[in-house]
């Protein structure tokens, strides 16, 4: 039982005090917030589960969708650059080449979208509940990592179809796709903090992406088509140790027998490491120190 | 006049205070908030200008929402709100549950205090059983908890009096049965300071009945419960106490009869 004197009149800041009461909404420090953001992991899981399944609900094919979107994708980027630009003529093997680039570019692209709208998209709930606002950048992510996961299930298949055959190699996809999700995991988190106090930036996502999807070899070999022109080698080495090239990159050389080390950047591991590492932990750092800051003004 | 009210009947609580625990202590809280003006929207280069210069964009506009507003809650109260359109009344809510920052005094808690706001995390694409989970998660419960009290929530809800409607698509339900099943979610979780903002209108007798009791029951086991309604019937049944906001200034604290006899006498009256 705690006892208060009753001759002194308190201070509404003393009384507190006296109570144990705290401050509400106060910016937990960065251990404790990773712990409340474990705390909150099915959450996470759950609502990324949910927006998943909701994406398509009123659509009469319903899942289908998943996987039907980014194949007609694909498809159309066959026909533009594949057919009538004719950039395979140098690439082996270009439908798989192709299907690999669009399928981890989607995710890569979709994933800073997301971000950009996680936080700012969601003011009704972040100003409804508390919770830490990273899970929803990081919901987002999740959400979109399940959707590649259907969409590699299908380059499987057509990995096969293509007549590729599966080896030891497909393994090294695994730590590729781990690191690219912690990559992107890192853009959504920086850019779901830029979006919240910038709304107009997602009016810019869409110029800044395919600005990146075009430079990053999504459609066209990088190595084959600028060995030709005369470039400063750092522009092509600029080009190739983008994280989206990488990441790229590294798919086609698990999954494709013709593409060859010989395309990949040097060190290319330690770089895709770095990238995920600086995305994922400066993100982190960077989303948090603004935490009690969303969803207000 | 109102001031003086307010005064003595602080003074009166503070001789009792000592037993009680207080929950929410607020003071002296000013709550100023901007608002984007319709002016906001540029083209893509003044966007792309403001981006980079930084510069606040034209057409904002302060509003002092909240001025001054001092009071302390204890354990086991139901305070209602009450106020006209505008007066600040969840303004002010926002600010004790940590959610709109004070321009100046502060907001002191004991835990958590919640809104009563789950329906952000609802999706109304998703059956009535997947937003249970969905909801009681968003708020923080564990998937156990959530399975312990499944059933309870959904009787309460009464979603289930007309046939299986819990596994049917939110979309799919009247805006009674969806307030219901809302209110029913946010109020399965035991709350250190509970604020609810207008929900009890909605529903039909049976089911403002069962919520006044659920409000009951939560006031009883955890603690404390803010009630913002225009209904001054439902302030006068549900709460003991009652704050009275006017244009963000408190104008009156105390036992709820009073403060709306008061309230309803300044309305009639002007």
Partial sequence: ?297 | MADTLTRSTTSTDRTAADTRVPTVIADEVHVVYKVHGATRKGGATAALSRIFSRRPAPGIREVHAVKGVSFTAYKGEAIGLIGSNGSGKSTLLKAIAGLQPVASGAVYSHGQPSLLGVNAALMNDLTGERNVVLGGLAMGMTRRQIRERYQDIVDFSGINEKGDFISLPMRTYSSGMGARLRFSIAAAKDHDVLMIDEALATGDAAFQRRSQARIEELRASAGTVFLVSHGIGTVRETCDRAIWLESGVLRMDGPSGEVCDAYEAFTSGG
């Avoid at chain 1, 959707?147 to 293509?162: D, I, N, P, R, S």
């Avoid at chain 1, 022109?229 to 050389?253: C, E, G, Q, S």
């Fill in chain 1, 1 to 297: 039982m705690t006892v208060t004197t009753v001759t002194a009149p308190q201070s509404p800041a003393e009384l507190a005090a006296a109570h144990g009461l705290t401050v509400s909404g106060a910016r937990p420090s960065l251990p404790r917030y990773l712990a409340e953001l474990w705390g909150r992991r099915h959450f996470v899981t759950a609502y990324a589960g949910a927006r998943m399944q909701a994406t398509y609900s009123t659509a009469r094919l319903g899942q289908v969708w998943h996987l039907m979107t980014p194949l007609l994708n694909a498809s159309v980027y066959y026909f533009i650059f594949g057919v009538v630009m004719n950039a395979s003529h140098h690439v082996p093997d270009y439908v798989p080449f192709l299907i690999t680039g669009v399928f981890v570019w989607d995710f890569i692209g979709s994933s800073v979208n997301a971000g950009t709208r996680a936080v700012h998209g969601n003011l009704g709930l972040v100003r409804a509940l508390h919770f830490p606002r990273a899970s929803l950048p990081i919901s987002s992510v999740v959400q979109l990592f399940q959707q590649l996961l259907v969409t590699m299930g299908a380059l499987v298949v057509l990995l096969l179809a293509f007549g590729q055959t599966p080896g030891p190699a497909w393994l090294l996809a695994l730590p590729a796709l781990f690191l690219m999700a912690v990559f992107c995991a890192g853009c959504a988190l920086v850019m779901a903090r830029v979006g919240s106090k910038n709304p107009d930036v997602s009016q810019l996502m869409p110029f800044v992406l395919r600005t990146w999807m075009y430079s990053s070899g999504v459609m066209w070999s990088i190595d084959s088509v600028l060995r030709t022109d005369h470039l400063p080698h750092w522009v092509t080495l600029l080009l190739k140790t983008n994280p989206a090239a990488v990441y790229i990159d590294l798919m086609r050389f698990a999954l494709i027998d013709s593409f060859k080390a010989a395309s990949l950047p040097h060190h290319v591991w330690p770089i895709a490491i770095g990238w995920a590492l600086l995305a994922g932990v400066g993100g982190f750092v960077y989303f948090w120190k603004a935490e009690e800051e969303y969803g207000r003004g």
